[in-house]
């Protein structure tokens, strides 16, 4: 496993494709771009566009995770964790002493993953997400104290 920490010099194609992968609302080569062209963004990115990326930002003390997506056919291998762990690490040493990120109540893979990273609920926002059958769903806020244990 080969883990890059991105800057916004990267190739934001890659990206734009393991996002795509992975959510039906892919965001754009020139979103991703326009991102990373922000104060304190960066990705980290694991085995090139076999593997996946995380998008943060570290500001203020505190980070927040943008969007994590790992290629469906390289999921349980531990590459989530590891880019978990590489951003948090990051943010870490840009000054953030705890990370944040939102997630799907019906997002069991990611819900699994985080709380065993250490992260805990800190609050909810009631109906967030639509889904497929006109179902409503709570985004979870989570966090987490840097840095990880
Ligand atoms: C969530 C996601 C990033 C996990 O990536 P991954 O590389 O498969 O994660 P890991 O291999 O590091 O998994 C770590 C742990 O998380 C939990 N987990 C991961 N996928 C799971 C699943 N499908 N079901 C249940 N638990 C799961 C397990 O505890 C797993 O450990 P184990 O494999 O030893 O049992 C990946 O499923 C993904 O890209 N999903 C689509 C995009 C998404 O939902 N992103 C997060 C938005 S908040």
């Given amino acids: 496993m080969k883990t890059a920490v991105l800057t916004h010099s990267c190739d934001v194609d890659i990206l734009a ?12 080569a020139e979103w991703i771009g326009g991102l990373l062209a922000q104060a304190g ?8 566009e076999d593997g996946g990326f995380i998008l943060a930002r570290a500001a203020g003390g505190e980070a927040e995770v943008l969007t994590l ?6 999921r349980r291998r531990g590459i989530g964790t590891n880019l978990m762990r590489a ?3 990051q943010a870490h040493q840009m000054g953030a002493e705890a990370m ?13 993953l ?13 109906g967030y997400y639509s889904d497929k059958n006109g179902g409503k769903g709570d985004a979870i806020i989570l966090s987490v104290k840097l840095p990880l244990i």
């Fill in 69 to 74: 997506a790992v290629m469906p056919a390289a």
């Fill in 41 to 48: 963004t960066f990705a980290c990115l694991t085995d090139g």
């Fill in 100 to 112: 944040f990120l939102e997630v799907g109540e019906a997002n069991e893979a990611a819900k699994a």
């Fill in 114 to 126: 985080y709380a065993r990273l250490g992260f805990a609920e800190v609050a909810r926002r009631r």
């Fill in 87 to 89: 951003a948090a690490h």
């Fill in 17 to 28: 494709r393991l996002h795509a992968a992975s959510f039906a609302d892919a965001w754009s």
